[in-house]
């Protein structure tokens, strides 16, 4: 297969791997991919490019005339989205799972582009919340309103959602009249980049509005200022590394994090085996699991089930996971694919052996690979099910079934 | 709660929809006067400069209607026949508007008033413009509030003040009107936001 060049975006020019050139691997085979590399990237002019070119191009724009442009983005990539279910299997994911980032993403598009069409004005400015009497008379007023940022937008986006991560990012960010940089995670940013192609390529976008590292972002964060955001998602600790940056604490810029997502499901002492109730729960489980190779950030990371359940949830569950099909993602008959890469596969065993000391493994062996291919080069993600062997006990009232949030990233 | 919208990622708002527009925005609070205020937020605001035409407000089309543009209406009587027809026809009979002594025992109402639904109708009546025109629809009103009891011999004129619009499509456009009806003191008695549909 052919080894794909990752280009930048920058400054209106497509740039080629530079620097400190990285091979990235296929989730599925371990062969490689694409190459990725930012050495040759001026930081500093990108950052220039969006405030001075980009800004000023969509602050023109209303509220409704961006949603419109949003709108026309979404049904432009959801016309030319096949080729990247292709890219998509490479990290990884199913076909359902693709669907989870791509459409999903896409949909992420559509839902902003009718919000601020309803919600907002046909307007540069947004009126926040009621009018202040400040005088007895009313002859004095306060009011406050919200205009958009004159900076840039670092978007920092994490493996798991190639596409969805980009695109929920630049949904807002583009809405608000802000110009994003975006920087992919370099796991699966082959995929990120095939989708920014798309992007540049449809026209719809004020030049300047979006750009791209493909890599590393040097010493970006070092350029940015108080009209800048930064919007990460990924680890805490990258994320308290990051938000640590001397220059992000002296000029005050916005920092967003979404970091390590810990999610609980509990199981009702009143939801005993046989009823809908516990099937649901078995069914989330499992789907949570599966998923995305459970590569999510809403995927439940403890279940909590009463002590007189926990045998028949365990027994539940396994019986799932037995039934299904790991394997190559093209294949039609897979039902969970791979970990994104072969460090995310490292990882997990990591945890599953950390978790096992205290915790009795009940379903599949973390150090055996499987697969779907006859003679695999590379191990694909293992199957595992770890559940405490000791529960806390409930208390007996009555507890309502508790289900986490549905399938998103 | 906003159904749809990003996740987390999307701006640090789960479900949280427009909330994560605003963490690219910049919040600047604004102290001024009320014809200033509405320059910066163009939108109406009470206390500002009302413009009063000699074309009914609601024979604008939505691109020619400025904000500001206000009707005073005609003053209309309200007796007690209209408000013991009112309760007969609609069926509410609730004591404040039937019974003189109940009335008076409750701490708000100096005696029988009208039923606010009733202030309301006839303010509709003044205001209205009935031939066909580019309003299209009456489609709710917002921040209702009655301020004062009206009672019998009372008189009701209502203001009219084009507020907000807000584009809709090539065809209509959703119009905000602040709504006063005053009593014949001049005091303010209920307020409202109507919503209207208009023509391009």
Known sequence: MTILPLHSYA?????APSGNITTLKSAVTGEPVAEIGSGGLDYAGMAEHARRTGGPALRTMTFHQRAAMLKALAQYLNEHRDPLYELSYETGSTKADSMIDIDGGI??????ASKGKRELPDDTIYVDGALEQLSRGGNFLGQHVATSLQGVAVHINAFNFPVWGMLEKLAPTLLAGVPAIVKPASATAWLTEAAFRMMIESGLLPEGAVQLIA????????????QDVVSFTGSAATAGMLRANPRLIANSVRFIAEQDSLNASILGPDASPGTPEFDAFVKEVHREMTAKAGQKCTAMRRLIVPDAHRDAVIEAVADRLAKT?????????????????LAQRADVREKVEAIAREARLVHGDPQRSTSAEPTPRRALSSRRCCLPATTRTVPRASMPLRRSARSRP | ?????????????????????MHYMQRTAIQASPDLMTGITGGWVAGAQTLEKDRHPFRMRFAELEIGHTLWTKSRQVTLEDIEHFAEFTGDTFYAHMDEEAAKANPFFPGRVAHGYLILSFAAGLFVDPAPGPVLANYGL?????MKPVSPGDSLKVRLTAKTKTRRNDEYGEVRWDVAVVNQDGEQVAGYELLTMNAM
């Open chain 2, 142 to 146: 917002d921040n209702l509030r009655f």
């Open chain 1, 107 to 112: 949909g992420t598009l559509f839902v902003y």
């Open chain 1, 325 to 341: 099909v790991i394997g190559n993602p093209r294949d039609e008959a897979t039902r969970m694919g791979a970990l994104a890469s």
């Open chain 1, 11 to 15: 400054a209106g020019r497509w740039i």
């Open chain 1, 215 to 226: 890599g590393p972002t040097g010493d970006l964060l070092d350029r940015l200022g108080c």
């Open chain 2, 1 to 21: 709660m906003v159904h749809g919208g990003p996740g987390r990622a999307g701006g640090g708002e789960e479900m949280g929809g427009i909330r994560g527009v």
